[in-house]
C-alpha cells in the first residue's frame, strides 16, 4: 500500500514538473514572410550549430538582396566546421566575441572621465547628465540601480498591474543572479556608483524569472521591484528618449531602435537578427564557470549601442518610443535583448507611460556649486543669488540639510570620504520657489 501511495505520488510530481517546463518553453516561432525558409532550416540544425566548437550563438537574419539567411555567432575569428549552406539556406559566419550579462560596469564614472568606447560617438559631448549619480527623487528611469550585493545596472521602465507601479529590470541586476530572497531592497544609484541601503533604496524586489543554468532553456532575463510614483518617474533624463510608450511593437529586421542607460546613455542601433539562441557567460572571464543559453532573442548593432553597466536598459523604436526589448547581455559587437512582450506577460505588467506632475514653480534663483576635499572629507561651496527671502532652505539629494539666513553663500560640509556625486538646490523657506539643481562630482 505504501508503495502505491508512493508510485502515485511520483507520477504527480512528475506531471507537475513537466507541465512547469511547458509553461515556461519558448513560444513558438512565427517566421516573418521571405523567413520561413531560413527559420525551418534554423530550427532543425539548432544542437548541431550550438555543438560545433567555437559556436556561441545563431540568429536569423537578411542578406543583402533581402534573402533569409542563418548567422551564425563565434568566439574565434576563425571557426572550423560551419557549413556554408544549411537545407539550400545561406549560413553566415558573424565573429562576435563571446556574451556575457552585463552587470559589472566597465565604463564607470562621470561621462567626461569615460573612454571613447563607452559611447556611439568616437568623440562624444558628455550627457547632459549623469546616469551614475543619485538622483532627486522620483528618479528617472535609465539610470544606475541594483542589489545590494550586485556593482549596478539600470533601470529600464516603470511598469503597472493597474494597480501598483515597479521598476523593472534584468535578474542579475535586481535579484543577484537567482541569489536573493524576496522582499529585497533595491539601490539608486548601485552600489559600484555609491549606492547603499540606508538612504538609497527606491523599491523592493517583488518577483524575478528564474536563470537557468547548465543547458536548459532560458526567454528572459528579468525582473520587478514593488516602488512609488513619488520614487520612481517615467521618463529618462534630459538627453534620452524621453518616456516610453505603452504599446510594444515586435522587433524586425534592420529596425532602428535606441535605449538610454547607466554607462553609455543615450545610444542607437540597428536590429540585425531575431530568434536568436545564444549562450551567455554569467561568471568568469578566461574561462566561464556559469552558462545559461537563452532562445528566442534579439541582436542588435553595433558594439558600441551597449557596455557593462546598460543591463535592464529598456529598447525602444527609433520612431515612436516603442518599447521593443529589454537589454541584459552583450559582446563586443552585439547587444541581446529579450522581447519585451513575454517580459511584461511574466509580471502581468504593462509598461506605464504616464507624464510626470509639472515640476514646482520656480523662481530666478540661480545656483552653482563646487566642491572640495579638506584632509579628505568632502565639502561644497554653493553661491545663490535672484532670491529675495529671508531664509532658504539647503537641499541635498532631496533632503532639507539647514536653513539659513539668504546671504548668497553656504558651505555644505558633507564630510564624507572618497568618491561621491551629490545633487544641490536652495529654495525660499518652506516653499516650491527653488533654483536650478546642480551635481558636484568627486
Known sequence: MQFKHWFIKLIAISISTLWSLIALAAPPFEAP????????????????????????GHGLSVD????????????????????????????????????YSFAPPTCGGPPSQRPPECFSDPEPDPDPVDPTARFDRPVPIGVSTGHPTITAGTIGARVTDGTNVFA??????????????????????????????????????????????GGAENTMDAAVALTSTGELGTS??????GI?????????LNQSVKKYGRTTGFTQG????????VDVCYEGSTTCTKLARFVGQISISDGSFSSGGDSGSLIVTSEGNNPVGLLFAGSSTRTIASPIDPVLARFNVTIDSEAPPPPPPSG?????????????LQ???????????????????????ATVGNTGFYTDNINNKGGGSYNHKVCEKDTNVCSNTTTTNF
Open 364 to 376: 530666478d534663483i540661480s545656483l552653482t556649486t563646487s566642491g572640495y576635499k579638506v584632509k579628505g
Open 244 to 252: 516610453p510608450n505603452s504599446q510594444t511593437v515586435n522587433a524586425t
Open 236 to 241: 529618462t533624463p534630459e538627453g534620452g528618449y
Open 379 to 401: 565639502k561644497a561651496n554653493l553661491e545663490w543669488s535672484g532670491s529675495a527671502a529671508t531664509d532658504v532652505d539647503i537641499y541635498r539629494d532631496g533632503n532639507v540639510v
Open 168 to 213: 523593472l529590470s534584468n535578474n542579475h541586476v535586481f535579484a543577484n543572479s537567482n541569489d536573493t530572497s524576496i522582499p529585497e531592497n533595491m539601490l539608486q544609484p548601485g552600489p559600484y556608483d555609491g549606492g547603499v541601503e540606508n538612504g538609497d533604496t527606491f523599491a523592493t524586489l517583488t518577483d524575478y524569472e528564474p536563470i537557468l543554468f
Open 64 to 99: 543583402e538582396s533581402g534573402a533569409g539567411v542563418i548567422v551564425v555567432f563565434t568566439d574565434t575569428p576563425t571557426p572550423k566546421g560551419i557549413p556554408k549552406w544549411l537545407d539550400g539556406v545561406t549560413v553566415k559566419e558573424v565573429y562576435t566575441g563571446r556574451f
Open 33 to 56: 514572410p521571405g523567413l520561413a525558409v531560413a527559420a525551418a532550416a534554423q530550427e532543425k540544425h539548432n544542437e548541431s550549430l550550438m555543438q560545433t566548437s567555437g559556436v556561441v
Open 270 to 277: 540597428i536590429v540585425a537578427a531575431i530568434n536568436v539562441t
